[in-house]
């Protein structure tokens, strides 16, 4: 698996597209590994962009998802802004030029 910062398009030295990751200020904080995203992964799917995650600032996959491996109902992903399908597998494919955006709800007043 792949990582690469977003160093800039259109740059003469930029890499090629790959999927790119971007999460609220709120998991920034959470998780400081986190704060330079937004990231550019070579991933296929939901599910391996959440583990390549994971390797980066391990605890957000569980905070993301459940004992099961499934979204929690607080996370909402979105990928080319529609929300994903399968928020129990996280199948949903990803490809070089997907926009994915990770949210959690968070309540209180």
Known sequence: M??????????????????????TKHLKALFPALEAAPFELDVTSVAQAVAALEALAPGVAFYICDER?????????????????????????????????????????
């Not at 792949?2 to 999460?23: C, F, K, N, T």
């Not at 929300?83 to 709800?105: E, G, H, K």
């Open 2 to 23: 792949q990582v690469l910062l977003d160093i800039g398009r259109g740059s003469p030295h930029a890499a090629v597209r790959m999927a790119r990751i971007e999460l």
């Open 69 to 109: 491996g499934r979204l929690r109902r607080h996370v909402n992903v979105f990928v080319d802004q529609e929300m994903i399908c399968d928020r129990t597998l996280l199948s949903d494919a990803l490809s070089s030029a997907s926009d994915v955006f990770i949210a959690q709800a968070l309540s209180g007043g």
